[in-house]
């Protein structure tokens, strides 16, 4: 086996050295990264696991290495930015120069992608996903609004005794022996009922949870199809959730979730929770809170055993059980002085990622992914996204994506899970303690994932940006550079996992095929012309480029950018 895996870290002079002697600490760098480059010449030819990956981490400045071609001459050149606690948005400039030898002529590759990838991928199906991506935004938004108005009233009048206001526990999920009622009263939260009192019938309920149907839509959702469904939800969906992240609250002391099935709403939406039902009915002077633990659910289209309709489930299940999790218990503990609501991106990335590890991938996942890779030179992780895929929010398919795949590769390099074929809720691991820090950590946002991950996000990324290229492509057996292979659920039937240059035909009938992170072109030079790229870096983004050198053996390339945020570069040699 030949690997030239490394990390080298270095505080960059202001001013390295583009032409004759650099620095000594430049010098060490060079002579480290060419000795890792003769493992590669002497490694037979053979093998499939030739790692040439080299990692240069850099604080501020420029740094410049050396690059020695392979026998195909291409390089995969990825600048990267992993942002420290106390900067996460914004974007940067950033100049990637390659000077060769006066034989040698360097090229770019691919085609022009520095604008938005055409898309083979379901229009329908990414347009309804966009579109429930913004309502969620909204309602996200809503909540902390909510929350910071709360705080100033408190202060206003000396504070509110917010554990009283309460009529259950809601950090805690009590288990009471309850029986659901055979119909229900609550505040509409559908637009154009202007929160008026609207009921619904109960079709099946078991101990977790139970399915009421908006008595407007008498007929329309039958019996055994609600049964089916609380079924799935109930004993696979709901334990599983519970598993990665805790249990939910119980505000109402019901002990169990409820479903109310609607066609009031929207269809973009397939299902939804409002955040602020979990807090008592008077904190918004606005909005009735219905003032329990309650998905709303749109008449399912189709069999009940669709992906897709599951998968949204446990997706807004998830929404429940992080608030509880996270920001209730700090919330009321501190009287409504702090508020560790987790950022939207990682937020929504966690929701995805659920879906996937409850095995309910052939519902979105895949298609969430793609938009990621289709665009990975627009978008961050939680930090901005290019107005080319903006839309009315900065929540994107495309961000969430990126959040999606960072986590689950951090699930992965934690130790996975293991699944038993008895139990659903019977899930173990080191994948599951890292994602239960990171639903429970006071801390938010790439912060948050840098504590529960245990190592910075400079180390994370490095790494990370260079799966995303190699995943798939069979060059690295290394699990550093690959995500697990896809399995089949035992429980759902559904796949888990991803392969970031395979095909999936979700329950929407359409099939995505994933053909890794987009690439783009820069400038063409030849001769000792140097090729030059400026660009702008995303915090928390990466940019994807190839590079070919052909006639020589040998090219320079200086890196240099504004970013203080743990900017690196990675670059990939290509067999």
Avoid at 121 to 140: C, K, S, T, W, Y
Avoid at 545 to 558: K, M
Wanted: glycine share 8%; aromatic share 8%.
């Amino acid at each position: 086996m030949c690997s030239t895996i490394s990390t080298v870290k270095k505080n960059s002079p202001k001013n390295c050295a583009k032409a004759g002697l650099p620095p000594l600490r430049d010098n060490i760098l060079l002579f480290v990264l060419f000795l890792l480059s003769l493992q590669c010449i002497y490694c037979s030819n053979d093998s499939s696991d030739d790692d040439a990956v080299a990692k240069l981490t850099l604080s501020n400045g420029q740094v410049s290495t050396t690059l020695n071609a392979g026998s195909s001459g291409d390089f995969i050149i990825l600048p990267f930015s992993a942002p420290s606690s106390t900067s996460v948005s914004g974007s940067a400039a950033y100049t990637l120069q390659l000077t060769a030898e006066s034989s040698a002529k360097l090229s770019a590759e691919l085609p022009d992608v520095s604008a938005k990838q055409t898309s083979s991928h379901d229009p329908v199906l990414l347009n309804r996903m966009q579109q429930r991506a913004e309502f969620e935004g909204i309602r996200q938004q809503h909540l902390l609004q909510t929350l910071q108005q709360f705080q100033a009233e408190a202060k206003q009048v000396g504070g509110y005794d917010i554990k009283g206001m309460y009529k259950g526990t809601p950090p805690l999920l009590s288990k009471p022996s309850f029986v659901f009622a055979s119909t229900i009263t609550i505040f509409s939260p559908f637009a154009g009922d202007n929160q008026q009192s609207i009921q619904g019938t109960l079709l099946a309920s078991d101990a977790n949870a139970a399915i009421y149907l908006d008595t407007r839509d008498s007929g329309s959702f039958s019996i055994t199809s609600a049964t089916a469904v609380l079924q799935t939800f109930a004993q696979i969906s709901i334990p599983r959730v519970r598993a990665f992240t805790g249990n939910e609250s119980d505000i109402n002391g019901d002990g169990g979730v409820v479903v109310f099935v609607s066609s009031a709403t929207p269809d973009f939406a397939l299902a939804f929770v409002r955040p602020l039902d979990l807090l008592p009915d008077g904190v918004d002077p606005l909005t009735k809170s219905n003032e329990m633990e309650i998905i709303y659910t749109a008449l399912p289209v189709g069999e009940p055993t669709d992906a897709l309709y599951h998968a949204t489930l446990a997706h807004e299940f998830f929404h429940l059980v992080n608030i509880a999790v996270k920001s209730l218990p700090v919330f009321v503990s501190s009287g409504g002085t702090q508020i560790p609501l987790e950022e939207t991106g990682i937020s929504e990335g966690m929701a995805h990622l659920i879906e996937d590890l409850v095995g309910w991938g052939g519902g979105d996942t895949f298609a969430v992914a793609g938009q990621f890779l289709d665009n990975a030179n627009l978008a961050s992780v939680n930090g901005s996204v290019d107005d080319s895929i903006k839309s009315s929010s900065d929540d994107t398919l495309a961000r969430r994506g990126a959040a999606m795949l960072l986590l689950r590769y951090l699930f992965e390099q934690a130790g996975s899970a293991t699944y038993s074929t008895t139990s659903a809720g019977d899930i173990s691991g080191g994948g599951v303690q890292f994602f239960r820090a990171l639903n429970s950590s006071s801390l938010v946002g790439l912060p948050n994932v840098e504590s529960a991950a245990g190592t910075s996000m400079a180390e994370i990324f490095g790494n990370w940006v260079a799966a995303l290229y190699l995943d798939g492509t069979g060059l690295s057996s290394n699990a550093l550079y690959n995500y697990q292979a896809e399995v089949t659920d035992s429980f759902t039937n559904g796949p888990r996992g991803f392969n970031l240059r395979g095909s999936r035909t979700l329950s929407s009938g359409s099939t995505v095929t994933l053909t890794g992170p987009a690439l783009q072109q820069t400038l063409l030079a030849s001769g000792t012309t140097p090729l030059q790229t400026n660009s702008t870096l995303f915090l928390s983004g990466v940019n994807f480029l190839q590079y070919r050198l052909s006639g020589s053996t040998t090219a320079e390339l200086v890196y240099q950018t504004t970013a203080d945020s743990s900017p690196g570069l990675t670059i990939i040699t290509l067999p």
